[in-house]
């Protein structure tokens, strides 16, 4: 039945940290029970920024062969989408396309055509989003509908624009059925450029592409939530680039962190869930006026929040939302808690810095939504995260260092090990993210067998692949080993 079974044991060893914007054995691997190495020691012999890993694989949960992404490409480096180099799966995402279409919504023109909408704007309109007013500004629509920008520095690296809408679809029987419906517009020249990508989401210009998410009961428990991507120029694509390594196959990308599956007979995602909005792991602009900080946004944040809500999410993700707004998400002007941890994680204050610093950024935004195997089963690695006592009965260090198989995500495992963002739990700051789990584990890099060949990339048949390649913005730097963005002279380039 399924396209790619996410079977228990292999998400026991692959499973993936922190996507789309709306998560340890005993003996060698206990706590630390003695002092912990203090970042500003090792900071003093280290250089500002230390290069993180380079794994051989993301984002590769759902399809697992040639890395997860497509195959046969064009000579610019977008996938072949005609012709005998065409890989299978564009022709299945056009059969997705095919069966989820769009719902018929009341109070919206009926549409002639059959599918989905080949366009963004008719895929709103359909919807029900509300149009710009005749010389309405880009910032009065966006407070008019709810709109947010922001940055997800933890995840796709990159410069946002989100909204949000409900909907009463008519099903065939002539019953009204609510749904919810979100897209989410991605700028940025390149993965990890915060201020400029914050920038042009401010002013909506020169958008990387969009993608759209809904929840409609008419198709069926387990099938609600199904997906859509949209090109820059607002044409409907097959495809969606989350990092440098280049383009994945719509919508079996869309699971990696949104969870479930992909079922290849009725052609349609299962076990899908919303992503709710946490503002603590996200950036705002501060220099674009009042609406576009966090203080202007939390009253639309906790909006979107709500309509999260109404959809299927898991019980944790419920959790987390009425955690996150103190136990009232429904109180209009109810401002979201800074720092929230769930309860089981407040009995110190060391689990407490640790959830908010290591696990709440890198892990549970993708964990606590994939709940559920297509076969129904609940996954081991959900429950991982509910407390410190499952979290340290599991044995994760083997992914985490050696293989490298977690973070699943190019951007997330580079703000992960990345040396310029140093995380404090309880007395003691760590470089990084990477050092704090290590420390958390009773050991540090030293112990991470593969670490140092998997810092450089000048290795195996293809460097470049491990990176990405000139299409996509980076190429492997043979001398240095380090993946550089090729726009620029090696030399000069920032690392990545």
Not at 279 to 306: H, K, Y
Not at 338 to 347: C, I, T
Not at 432 to 452: M, P, T, V, W, Y
Request: glycine letters at 10%; a negative charge; hydrophobic letters at 35%.
């Amino acid at each position: 039945m399924a396209f790619s079974a996410r079977r228990e044991s292999q998400q026991t060893v692959r499973f993936g940290c922190a996507l789309l914007g709306i998560a340890f054995a005993a003996g060698a691997c206990q706590r630390l029970t003695g002092p912990a190495p203090d970042s500003r020691s090792l900071a003093a012999s280290e250089p500002a920024s230390l290069p993180v890993p380079v794994p051989n694989t993301v984002l590769d949960q759902i399809v697992t062969v040639n890395g997860g992404l497509l195959k046969g490409l064009r000579a610019d480096g977008l996938p072949a989408t005609e012709g005998p180099d065409m890989d299978p799966l564009i022709q299945e995402a056009r059969l997705y396309y095919d069966t989820i279409g769009i719902p018929s919504v009341a109070g919206q023109p009926p549409r002639t055509d059959g599918g989905a909408p080949a366009t963004l704007a008719e895929w709103k309109q359909s919807l029900g989003f509300p149009a710009p007013l005749p010389g309405e500004s880009r910032q009065a629509y966006r407070r008019r509908a709810g709109v947010v920008v922001y940055y997800n520095r933890t995840e796709l690296g990159l410069g946002r624009e989100l909204g949000c809408v409900r909907f009463i679809e008519t099903s065939a029987a002539g019953k009204p059925q609510p749904g919810v419906a979100c897209y989410v517009v991605n700028f940025g020249h390149g993965f990890g450029e915060a201020k400029a990508s914050l920038q042009l989401a401010v002013h909506g210009t020169d958008p990387r592409n969009t993608v759209c998410i809904i929840f409609r009961p008419a198709l069926g428990a387990g099938h609600e939530i199904q997906f859509y991507v949209f090109g820059p120029t607002g044409q409907r694509q097959e495809w969606a680039q989350l990092d440098t390594l280049g383009a994945r196959p719509h919508p079996m990308v869309c699971m990696n962190c949104h969870g479930g599956d992909y079922d290849s007979q009725l052609h349609l995602a299962v076990n899908a869930r919303f992503l709710p909005l946490d503002p603590s792991l996200v950036d705002f602009a501060t220099d674009a006026g009042p609406d576009l900080t966090r203080a202007g946004q939390e009253e639309s944040i906790r909006a979107m929040n709500v309509l999260a809500t109404e959809t299927t999410l898991t019980p944790a993700q419920s959790d987390l939302v009425s955690g996150l707004y103190a136990g009232r998400p429904q109180t209009a002007g109810q401002a979201s808690v800074a720092g929230w941890v769930p309860e089981a994680w407040r009995v110190s204050a060391d689990d407490h810095d640790f959830y908010d610093g290591v696990v709440k950024p890198y892990c549970v935004t993708c964990h606590l939504a994939a709940q559920m195997s297509a076969d129904e089963r609940t996954l081991w690695s959900y429950k991982i995260f509910q407390s410190p006592t499952a979290f340290n009965a599991a044995s994760l260090v083997d992914y985490v260092c050696d293989e490298f198989s977690m973070p699943n995500a190019q951007p997330t495992t580079n703000g992960f090990w990345n040396t310029t963002r140093p995380v404090r739990v309880g007395t003691h700051t760590y470089p990084s993210a990477a050092d704090a789990f290590l420390a958390h584990e009773g050991i540090d890099r030293a112990h991470c067998k593969n670490l140092a060949a998997t810092l450089r990339c000048n290795r195996g048949p293809n460097p470049d692949h491990l990176c990405g390649d000139g299409a996509n913005g980076v190429v492997c730097d043979r001398v240095s080993g380090r993946c550089v963005d090729h726009r620029v002279p090696p030399t000069t380039s920032a690392s990545l």
